[in-house]
């Protein structure tokens, strides 16, 4: 069988793309790519030992000779060992914020809001909730003032687009504007905003890491933005699967397992598709030979429904355990918001099942034409009153 003819892009993909990575994974585990000019890694296996790799595998194109522009440097393109400094500041000021106090705020902030769309007889889950739902939580967590919605939503989402840019040239200008658009955003609270909160204590240590302070800045913008963004898109995937599938959120709220059910949910259809890297030198991954200079696309999504790894991988199992996905990333990238997007979906989940009512699903629902954040561009919704269903056809 031929390779198959991989467009992340065409409608059937953007529906449902995990029938074309299972073909990827089975015939072409590593796959040329004409069009992005890069080898696309599918099978877990591969992707881990990619991502495991950082001296073979780099983050940061200036360690092939390429050009990276000043907005991009950051924990995002940094690599062991310059990384590690930078990083360590970053998950400190993570690790000390109260989390128990953004929990129960994020708790509020949900039921306040679905209560006052529960007076509308139809809305969208992802502007009227997900959006600025997710862009308060992450004003709370970094403690700034929230910036002009309508202008920050533009701009986070020509970033989020210009992922794109291999498939779509044309997003790439855009990003970047959008990009030195929000750091002048970033700046400016990092001379005016003294409220406590992540900025702060990064601000404070920021001369403690051994990287000039716009690095510090540029983190603090990927923090606010991309928290944001990949928020919104977990979100929307989050409570279109609890939509589609009436009983789930019983399930999911009266499960001993909700912690690993709403993890398993990242694994089973989350935000982030994949990530990339260059060789630096010459490598070979499985019995493929890849040549220096040459990127690499580590397909996340499709590593977390590989089979040799995960049993019954198209299922949706709240009470998968262990569950090693990929959703969050793997290795010195992982996502530093781990445990917030984790929190913050809880109370998603939480707001939603202590609502008198079920949201429903009101429209037809549309996917947002991005390749690698997968999210949703519309779901119309609406609160019906609680039926009772019968939730014996899946487990647990
Ligand atoms: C469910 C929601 C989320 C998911 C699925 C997710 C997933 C990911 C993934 C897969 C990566 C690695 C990207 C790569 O390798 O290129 C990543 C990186 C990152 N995430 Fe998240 N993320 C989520 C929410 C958040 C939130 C809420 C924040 C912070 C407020 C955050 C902050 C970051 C940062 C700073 C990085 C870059 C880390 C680095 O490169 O060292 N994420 N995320």
Known sequence: MPPPDYDPLAPVNLRDPYPTYALMREHAPVLWHDRMQCWVVSRYADCVAV????????????????????????????????????????????????????????????????????????????ADFASPFSLE????????????????????????????AGLRPETA???????????????????????????????????????????VRNTARVLFQGGYSTMVAAIGNVVALLMERPGLLERLGASEFRHCGIDE????????????RTATCAATIGSTRIAAGQTVLVLYAAA????????????????????????????PHACAGTILAQTVLHAVVDALAEHPDRLCPSGSFARRRTAT????????????????????????
């Not at 040799?308 to 793997?330: C, I, K, T, V, Y």
């Not at 954040?373 to 009772?388: C, D, K, N, S």
Request: glycine share 8%; charged share 25%.
């Open 173 to 215: 200008e855009p990003g970047r504007l959008a990009r030195h658009q929000l750091s002048a955003l970033v700046a400016s609270w990092f001379a005016d905003s003294g409220k406590p909160g992540l900025l702060a204590d990064m601000r404070r240590g920021a001369p403690t890491v051994g990287v000039p302070e716009t690095y």
């Open 51 to 126: 991502l495991r790799d950082h001296d073979t595998f780099a983050r940061d194109p200036r360690r092939v000779g390429e050009a990276l522009s000043e907005p991009s440097l950051s924990v995002q393109s940094l690599d062991p060992p310059e990384l590690g400094p930078l990083r360590r500041l970053l998950m400190n000021a993570v690790h000390a914020h109260d989390l128990d106090g953004f929990a129960q705020r994020g708790r509020e902030r949900a039921a306040d809001l679905l209560s006052v769309l529960a007076e509308k007889e139809t809305f969208d889950v992802v």
């Open 373 to 396: 954040m997968r999210g949703w561009e519309r779901l119309p919704a609406a609160f019906a009153p609680v039926t009772r269903t019968t939730s014996t056809e899946e487990s647990p």
């Open 265 to 276: 949910m990242i694994r089973y259809d989350g935000p982030v598709q994949g990530t990339s």
């Open 304 to 331: 977390n429904h590989d089979p040799e790894q995960f049993a019954r991988p198209d299922e949706l199992l709240l009470d998968r355990s262990p569950n090693p996905h990929l959703g969050f990333g793997w290795g």
């Open 137 to 164: 939580s992450v004003c709370d967590l970094l403690g700034v003032d929230r910036p002009e919605p309508g202008s920050f939503v533009a701009a986070s989402d020509a970033i989020m687009r210009s992922m794109d």
